[in-house]
């Protein structure tokens, strides 16, 4: 399996070079070069495996034994799904109507983030320890992929996490998650502004590609691919067990069709999207549905081909998808281009210039094929929370909320059987609960993070705030970096 760029200039990368960088040096986003492709046979083999072993058999698609041999890849999957609180990983939530919510928020920081980041990062430690080098991670984030990289990779020899978030747009766990971790490889940034503003000096930072190299940079918000792999897993998980594959096993035998299964994902930067778009490459027959808050831009996308940032980034009850530039569909682009590089350059480099593009009438034509939309107001989202506890005494986080909308809101195909996605726990979110009028009892390591200690740096708003956020970060890497360089290949 080898790897290139959604931009065309960088062809035939091994995973661990793939893993160990953010955005391609042209710019783009990695990719495998050919995705495999799951016969009913094999699925139907898959169908009692555990989500821990599924994700094995995932991975193995897409790292060579040569790099990670199987029994040490299922040591790595093992210890890094063993801090989660339920022994399944995830579970799913069978409420009435037929309401299946796929709960992926049971790890240490409570995000479906956690899933991808544990496994990411012991990939990370495995290929530095082998090397005898570090690494440097940043990570831009909107809320939960901070938190969860800095669990993730608190306390590793080989490891530096720098991680910047938008201060006053994350909740108070959330940023707790961040800033009470006070081991000496996490360093955290408050930036005086929204999640799509950090990523702008961040991208310059992975576009000086001798920084890069000087100071082993990468990435591990869901940029780097190891994150997006990881994630088809829950996709796939959802379809065993909810599309009704066994029960339909004569039937499909004789036809040779699968049962479609719908998903409904909650959606921001499009990772998540990104993934479940793979799987349907992969052959599984998945109907797909994303979901999005006030900051539409993939819902108008959808509907009328228009990519266009809008001015600026809303601040909405579901913070964690407040991003008006949702970086994975650059992905989604590539796959429905037919791997055109040079298309996907031209479209991307406009977008990033004007923040404005028009899709193609083909490129739409095609997505409209394989995506459905929906926007949600956070009445909406209130209104969602406090039906879904008034029939089934559940409480949705407002991201959650932002998906099951559809199920109240669109009428349920007869025979088509439905999964939403549960990104985040409530107990992050406890403000919101309790605007929609209901309570969620924290759990006691929640509780005990307002007792402990802070540590972060701010980023200050200023006449020219990206170029003096982007000069704040290196002199950050070059601080901890230079005292290290003889550790550093």
Same mark, same amino acid.
């Given at each position: 399996?080898?790897?290139?760029?959604?931009?065309?200039?960088?062809?035939?990368?091994?995973?661990?070079?793939?893993?160990?960088?953010?955005?391609?040096?042209?710019?783009?986003?990695?990719?495998?070069?050919? #995705?495999? +492709?799951?016969? @009913?046979?094999?699925?139907? &083999?898959?169908?009692?495996? $555990?989500? !821990?072993? *599924?994700?094995?058999?995932?991975?193995?698609?897409?790292?060579?034994?040569?790099?990670?041999?199987?029994?040490?890849?299922?040591?790595?999957?093992?210890?890094?799904?063993?801090?989660?609180?339920?022994?399944?990983?995830?579970?799913?939530?069978?409420?009435?109507?037929?309401?299946?919510?796929?709960?992926?928020?049971?790890?240490?920081?409570?995000?479906?983030?956690?899933?991808?980041?544990?496994?990411?990062?012991?990939?990370?430690?495995?290929?530095?320890?082998?090397?005898?080098?570090?690494?440097? #991670?940043? +990570?831009?984030? @909107?809320?939960?992929?901070? &938190?969860?990289?800095?669990? $993730?990779? !608190?306390? *590793?020899?080989?490891?530096?996490?720098?991680?910047?978030?938008?201060?006053?747009?994350?909740?108070?766990?959330?940023?707790?998650?961040?800033?009470?971790?006070?081991?000496?490889?996490?360093?955290?940034?408050?930036?005086?502004?929204?999640?799509?503003?950090?990523?702008?000096?961040?991208?310059?930072?992975?576009?000086?590609?001798?920084?890069?190299?000087?100071?082993?940079?990468?990435?591990?918000?869901?940029?780097?691919?190891?994150?997006?792999?990881?994630?088809?897993?829950?996709?796939?998980?959802?379809?065993?067990?909810?599309?009704?594959?066994?029960?339909?096993?004569?039937?499909?035998?004789?036809?040779?069709? *699968?049962?479609?299964?719908?998903?409904?994902?909650?959606?921001?930067?499009?990772?998540?999207?990104?993934?479940?778009?793979?799987?349907?490459?992969?052959?599984?027959?998945?109907?797909?549905?994303?979901?999005?808050?006030?900051?539409?831009?993939?819902?108008?996308?959808?509907?009328?081909?228009?990519?266009?940032?809008?001015?600026?980034?809303?601040?909405?009850?579901?913070?964690?998808?407040?991003?008006?530039?949702?970086?994975?569909?650059?992905?989604?682009?590539?796959?429905?281009?037919?791997?055109?590089?040079?298309?996907?350059?031209?479209?991307?480099?406009?977008?990033?210039?004007?923040?404005?593009?028009?899709?193609?009438?083909?490129?739409?034509?095609?997505?409209?094929?394989?995506?459905?939309?929906?926007?949600?107001?956070?009445?909406?989202?209130?209104?969602?929370?406090?039906?879904?506890?008034?029939?089934?005494?559940?409480?949705?986080?407002?991201?959650?909320?932002?998906?099951?909308?559809?199920?109240?809101?669109?009428?349920?195909?007869?025979?088509?059987?439905?999964?939403?996605?549960?990104?985040?726990?409530?107990?992050?979110?406890?403000?919101?609960?309790?605007?929609?009028?209901?309570?969620?009892?924290?759990?006691?390591?929640?509780?005990?993070?307002?007792?402990?200690?802070?540590?972060?740096?701010?980023?200050?708003?200023?006449?020219?705030?990206?170029?003096?956020?982007?000069?704040?970060?290196?002199?950050?890497?070059?601080?901890?970096?230079?005292?290290?360089?003889?550790?550093?290949?």
């Amino acid at each position: 399996m080898k790897y290139c760029s959604t931009r065309g200039g960088v062809q035939g990368w091994d995973f661990r070079d793939v893993l160990f960088s953010g955005y391609a040096p042209d710019g783009g986003m990695f990719m495998p070069e050919s #995705v495999p +492709v799951l016969s @009913s046979e094999t699925l139907r &083999g898959w169908r009692r495996l $555990s989500y !821990k072993d *599924l994700v094995v058999e995932v991975a193995s698609l897409f790292i060579p034994i040569q790099l990670i041999p199987r029994r040490d890849l299922e040591d790595l999957v093992s210890e890094a799904l063993s801090t989660f609180s339920v022994p399944d990983i995830v579970t799913i939530a069978r409420l009435k109507g037929g309401l299946s919510v796929l709960e992926l928020f049971h790890g240490e920081t409570m995000a479906f983030k956690d899933l991808a980041m544990t496994c990411t990062v012991r990939f990370l430690d495995y290929f530095l320890q082998k090397e005898n080098r570090r690494a440097t #991670v940043i +990570v831009a984030t @909107s809320g939960d992929t901070g &938190g969860s990289a800095i669990h $993730s990779a !608190k306390g *590793l020899h080989g490891l530096d996490v720098v991680v910047v978030y938008p201060r006053g747009r994350v909740t108070t766990v959330q940023e707790r998650h961040m800033t009470t971790c006070l081991e000496e490889n996490v360093h955290v940034f408050a930036a005086d502004g929204s999640s799509d503003d950090i990523d702008r000096p961040v991208r310059r930072l992975f576009a000086d590609q001798d920084l890069v190299k000087s100071h082993n940079l990468m990435s591990l918000n869901s940029v780097n691919w190891s994150r997006v792999m990881i994630q088809l897993a829950h996709f796939i998980y959802a379809y065993l067990q909810l599309s009704g594959i066994e029960q339909s096993e004569g039937d499909s035998a004789a036809t040779g069709q *699968l049962p479609e299964l719908q998903v409904v994902v909650p959606t921001g930067g499009a990772g998540n999207i990104a993934a479940g778009v793979i799987v349907k490459q992969m052959g599984l027959p998945l109907k797909l549905v994303a979901m999005v808050n006030s900051n539409d831009i993939i819902h108008r996308t959808l509907n009328s081909g228009d990519f266009s940032m809008a001015a600026t980034v809303t601040q909405t009850l579901a913070p964690a998808i407040d991003i008006q530039d949702p970086y994975n569909m650059e992905r989604v682009f590539w796959l429905l281009s037919n791997r055109d590089g040079a298309s996907v350059k031209n479209m991307m480099e406009e977008f990033q210039h004007t923040h404005k593009h028009t899709l193609p009438e083909n490129l739409h034509h095609e997505l409209l094929e394989i995506l459905m939309s929906g926007t949600v107001t956070d009445d909406g989202i209130l209104e969602t929370m406090r039906r879904c506890w008034e029939e089934n005494s559940y409480v949705l986080c407002p991201h959650s909320a932002v998906a099951v909308w559809h199920h109240y809101h669109c009428p349920h195909t007869s025979g088509l059987n439905r999964c939403y996605i549960a990104t985040a726990s409530p107990a992050k979110f406890l403000a919101t609960v309790e605007r929609a009028g209901l309570t969620f009892d924290p759990p006691e390591a929640v509780l005990a993070l307002d007792k402990l200690a802070t540590r972060c740096e701010n980023l200050e708003r200023s006449a020219d705030w990206s170029k003096d956020w982007e000069e704040a970060l290196r002199r950050k890497l070059q601080t901890f970096s230079c005292t290290r360089r003889s550790l550093v290949v």
